[in-house]
């Protein structure tokens, strides 16, 4: 064993600077000393001392910066609030001139009408969900069919409160219809010729019952153009849609209330007494008080819709009758407009509205007010009309969605009887393993055995909801 030597370290011995990290030359004489293993830690300590202290400098250097800064804003706030208390102290605080508080009004109205939107948008985004409109479809079937049983109920034991349901329910279905439309854009549909005839409807049978021009006006604009637009417009009777069975409503009740006034109702001449004026109804007489309101309604139509807001109409922003029909040209009215120029569209459709009122009116002149028989064989006629188009909605519009939801399905099942076909051939199967056991559990609605087979059958499935695809095929039986 050899000894250990007790002089001075060789060269060769001596530790590198550079291995010590962050230590400094100056610190090499102590590992000269013979007492270098000690004396590391004196080292290490003098080090972190000095950056520590280097630190902790810097730190009260920013502090110190800050605290002067924030001294100068002091100072400052210091001297404004002093201004400002002088200022009132000395009375040189002045009103607000009217023009800073129109300009306040105004940005806190703005800023109110964009809570506003917002809150509605939330509203709406809530409105439409899969679990309301549901809700809301089972609650307008509900009253549109509670509301057929009892108009007709009313019809057969009291036709002398049928206006007076009339006008409890367009109370009701004109707010809700402006609001609904206002939401998409389409409340320029309300200033059309059917809401006209409503407003007069509800001016004769409250304000003005004894006035026999108003009368042979109303009589004969709600069997006409508001009878036959069922058949125009395709109105059907689809009990789910509130929509529709409001313009089902707006439609067909006006010309039911005036036929009952006029052939059903009891006792008539002392609750209308324009039709003591009226026994026999004048076509000549007819036709031109009739057609006075009109130009009424349409000069007014013309002024606000077509030449004071054409700009949203054109632009797109906004939706009337005529750029509807022009957006669905698989009518035959679409068709015609779409072939005329541009500038003479208007002129052009205005004047067939005319003479479509016009046509309509005639038969109820000629033939329904001198016989209940023909009016109500007219009120059958276009209610089966609306019938047969819900019917034509209920069965082509579901069919569709139904055909769509058996087509994913079936895919379902494809996918699942490839899936169970490839585990055939697995060869972590055992060989006894029955592949039909593999399947999911039979289910009521397909009557097979698992999903190793189907039956296109459609007695087993279910009815569909109508949430989703009726949106999109529902304008083909408007």
Same mark, same amino acid.
């Given at each position: ?186 409340? %320029? !549909?309300?200033?059309?010729?059917? $809401?006209?005839?409503?407003? *007069? ?5 409250? +304000?003005?019952? =004894? ?82 309101? %009109? !130009?009424?309604?349409?000069?007014? $139509?013309?002024?606000?819709? *077509? ?5 949203? +109409?054109?632009? =797109? ?162």
């Amino acid at each position: 064993m050899s000894r250990p030597s007790s002089g001075p370290p060789s060269p060769s011995g001596r530790i590198e600077s550079g291995n010590m990290g962050f230590f400094s030359l100056p610190f090499e004489k102590f590992i000269r000393d013979g007492e270098g293993q000690d004396l590391n830690a004196f080292t290490l300590l003098d080090t972190l001392e000095t950056y520590f202290d280097a630190r902790i400098d810097l730190i009260s250097r920013d502090l110190a910066k800050r605290t002067d800064q924030l001294k100068m804003r002091t100072d400052k706030l210091k001297k404004r609030a002093e201004s400002a208390f002088d200022d009132f102290r000395k009375g040189q605080i002045k009103t607000p001139s009217p023009e800073m508080l129109s300009e306040n009004f105004d940005q806190e109205v703005k800023r109110l009408r964009v809570k506003a939107s917002e809150r509605l948008a939330k509203v709406s985004v809530a409105w439409q969900s899969a679990k309301v409109v549901r809700m809301r479809e089972k609650i307008s079937f509900f009253y549109g069919v509670n509301l057929l049983l009892f108009t007709a109920l009313l019809f057969g034991c009291a036709p002398e409160y049928l206006h007076i349901s009339y006008t409890v329910q367009l109370l009701y279905m004109m707010p809700y219809r402006f609001w609904a439309y206002k939401r998409q854009n389409w409340h %320029y !549909f309300l200033f059309d010729l059917c $809401y006209y005839v409503n407003v *007069l409807n509800i001016i004769y049978l409250w +304000i003005a019952p =004894g006035s026999s021009a108003l009368f042979l006006a109303c009589y004969c604009l709600s069997h006409g153009s508001l009878a036959s637009a069922i058949i125009t417009w395709r109105n059907s009777l689809v009990f789910h849609d509130h929509d529709k069975v409001t313009s089902m409503f707006i439609h067909f009740y006006p010309p039911l209330v005036f036929t009952v006034i006029r052939h059903f109702y009891p006792g008539a001449e002392q609750r209308f007494p324009a039709l003591n004026d009226l026994p026999t109804m004048h076509a000549t007489k007819a036709l031109a008080i009739s057609s006075v309101l %009109y !130009f009424v309604w349409q000069a007014l $139509y013309w002024k606000l819709i *077509l030449i004071d807001r054409r700009k949203k +109409i054109e632009s =797109g922003q906004r939706t009337t009758s005529l750029t509807f029909l022009l957006n669905h040209q698989r009518g035959a009215i679409g068709k015609i407009l779409a072939k005329v120029k541009p500038e003479r569209r208007e002129m052009y459709f205005m004047f067939a509205q005319y003479l479509y009122a016009v046509l309509t009116e005639v038969p109820c002149i000629f033939l329904l007010y001198d016989s209940a028989f023909s009016s109500a064989t007219y009120l059958i006629l276009i209610f089966s009309v609306s019938v047969w188009n819900g019917a034509g909605f209920y069965i082509e519009v579901f069919g569709r969605k139904f055909e769509r939801e058996l087509e994913a399905l079936r895919k379902e099942l494809a996918e699942a009887n490839s899936a169970l076909a490839s585990q055939r051939t697995s060869p972590t199967l055992d060989p006894t393993t029955d592949v039909e056991d593999l399947s999911t559990p039979p289910s009521p609605m397909l009557g097979g055995k698992g999903l190793g087979k189907f039956e296109d059958s459609t007695d087993a499935m279910p009815n569909p909801s109508g949430v989703g695809a009726v949106v999109t095929d529902e304008k083909k039986h408007q």
